[in-house]
C-alpha cells in the first residue's frame, strides 16, 4: 500500500482525496493544514491522521511515501523540499512555485534526494492530447509551424473574494495566466516544443481588489521556428473551455469542447475525451497521472511529467508577465 499525504485541505487537497480513494494500492494516510479543522474534515471520513504540518507526522514516525502539495501556489517549492528532505516522493500542484528562483531551489533539492517529483498538469492526461501527441510524435502533421490556445474561463468577484491569498502577487503569482492559463499554455509548450522568446499584454478590466490580471495574451516565438498564441482570461463569460489548434504542414488539429479534430490531406480524424460513469475527463485525466506517478515509483522511472516541465511552464509565465509590465519582447531564459 502506497501511503500519500496531502498538504492543503482546500479545493484541490479534495480532488487529491477522492483520486487517491480511488486508486488500487495508495491511500490517504494523513492530511496535513494550517488549518487542522479543514484537514480533519478531508482526513476522518477516511481513518487518515491530520497534522498541521508535515514535521508533525515525521515527529510520529508516520512519514507517506508520497506527499502531494496542495496548498497556495506561493511555498509549494519550499514544502516540496522539505518532504524530499524527509524522504518523501512528491508531487506538486501546478505551478510548481511562483518564482524562477523557488523552483530552482526544488529542482536542486531533487537533484541531490534521489526522490521523484511529478508536477501537476493533467490535460496532458486527456485523451484528445495524448492523441495528439501520438499523431505529433509520428510526424503525422508534418513540419509544425504554429499553434494557438486560449483558455476563456470566467470567475466572479466572490471567487477572488473567497480566499486572502487569491488574485495576490506574492501569493498567487498572477492571475488568470499563472493559475488558470498555465494548462493551456503547457499544453502549446509540450506540443510545439521549446519557447524562445515571447511578446505580451496584460490587464485587470473586470475585477476589483486584486493585484494581477484577469485577461492577458501573448505571441511566443519557438526555437523552432514556430509561432505560438495564448490567450487567457478569468474575464470571459460565460466560460467556454480550452481551445487548441497546432499546424504542420501536412496536417492540423484542433481540440475543443472534449473533442481532437485532425485534419490531413486524406480525410480527418477525430477522438473524443473519454471518462467512466461519475468523472468529468478532467478529473479522469488527473487520476492518470497520479497512475503514471505511482507506475513510475514501482517501475523506477521518472513521472511522465516531472520538474522540467513545471519550470518550463512557469519560465514562460514569467517571461509573458515580464514582457506585459515593460512592452519588450522578452528572452526566456
Ligand atoms: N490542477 C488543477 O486543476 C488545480 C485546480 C485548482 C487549484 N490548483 C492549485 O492547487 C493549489 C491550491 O488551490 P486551492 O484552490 O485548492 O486553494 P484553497 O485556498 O482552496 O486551499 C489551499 C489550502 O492550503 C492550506 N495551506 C496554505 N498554506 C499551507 C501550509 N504552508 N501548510 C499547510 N497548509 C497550507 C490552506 O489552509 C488551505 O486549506 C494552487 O496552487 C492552485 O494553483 C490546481
Redesign the pocket.
Known amino acids: 500500500m502506497t501511503d500519500i499525504a496531502i ?9 487529491h482525496a477522492r483520486l487517491i480513494d480511488s486508486l488500487d494500492g495508495a491511500r490517504v494516510s494523513a492530511v ?4 487542522v479543522n ?1 484537514a480533519a474534515l478531508l482526513a476522518e471520513p477516511r481513518g487518515a491522521r491530520v497534522a ?2 508535515l514535521d508533525d507526522l515525521a515527529e510520529g514516525h508516520h512519514l507517506p511515501d508520497i506527499v502531494s502539495i ?4 506561493a ?2 517549492a519550499d ?1 516540496a523540499v522539505h518532504a524530499l528532505e524527509l524522504g518523501c516522493d512528491v508531487l506538486v ?3 510548481i512555485d511562483i518564482t524562477l528562483v523557488a523552483a530552482a531551489r526544488l529542482t536542486e533539492a531533487a537533484k541531490h534526494s534521489g526522490r521523484m517529483v511529478g508536477v ?3 490535460r496532458r492526461f486527456l485523451d484528445t492530447s495524448v492523441a495528439l501527441r501520438q499523431a505529433i510524435d509520428a510526424g503525422r502533421l508534418g513540419r509544425l509551424t504554429g499553434g494557438t490556445v486560449e483558455s476563456p474561463f470566467f470567475r466572479p468577484q466572490s471567487y477572488y473574494d473567497s ?1 486572502d ?2 488574485g495576490t502577487r506574492d501569493r498567487d503569482g498572477g492571475g488568470a495566466l499563472m ?1 488558470q492559463g498555465i ?1 493551456a499554455l503547457d499544453l502549446l509548450l509540450w506540443f510545439l516544443g521549446e519557447a524562445a522568446t515571447v511578446t505580451a499584454a496584460a490587464s485587470c478590466v473586470a475585477h476589483e481588489r486584486i493585484e494581477v490580471e484577469d485577461v492577458v495574451g501573448a505571441a511566443i516565438g519557438f526555437t523552432s521556428g514556430a509561432v505560438g498564441t495564448v490567450f487567457a482570461s478569468t474575464a470571459a463569460f460565460p466560460e467556454s473551455g480550452v481551445r487548441l489548434s497546432v499546424f504542420g504542414t501536412s496536417g492540423s488539429a484542433t481540440i475543443a469542447d472534449g473533442r481532437l479534430t485532425m485534419r490531413f490531406a486524406d480525410g480527418e480524424e477525430i477522438v473524443d475525451d473519454s471518462a467512466p460513469e461519475g468523472w468529468t475527463s ?1 478529473d479522469w485525466a ?1 487520476r492518470a497521472q497520479y497512475a503514471d506517478l505511482l507506475d513510475a515509483r514501482d517501475a523506477g522511472r521518472a513521472p511522465a511529467i516531472g520538474l522540467d516541465d513545471g519550470h518550463r511552464a512557469l519560465a514562460a509565465v514569467l517571461g509573458i508577465y515580464e514582457s506585459a509590465r515593460t512592452a519588450r519582447t522578452i528572452t526566456l531564459p
Do not use: M, Y
Not at 498538504?7 to 480532488?15: E, K, P, T
Not at 496542495?70 to 501556489?73: D, E, M, P, Q, Y
Open positions: 498538504i492543503g485541505a482546500g479545493f484541490i487537497g479534495g480532488v496535513i493544514d494550517t488549518d479543514r498541521a504540518s496542495c496548498t497556495v501556489s511555498g509549494h514544502l500542484e501546478k505551478p501537476v498538469s493533467q480566499g491569498w487569491r493559475n494548462h478532467i488527473h
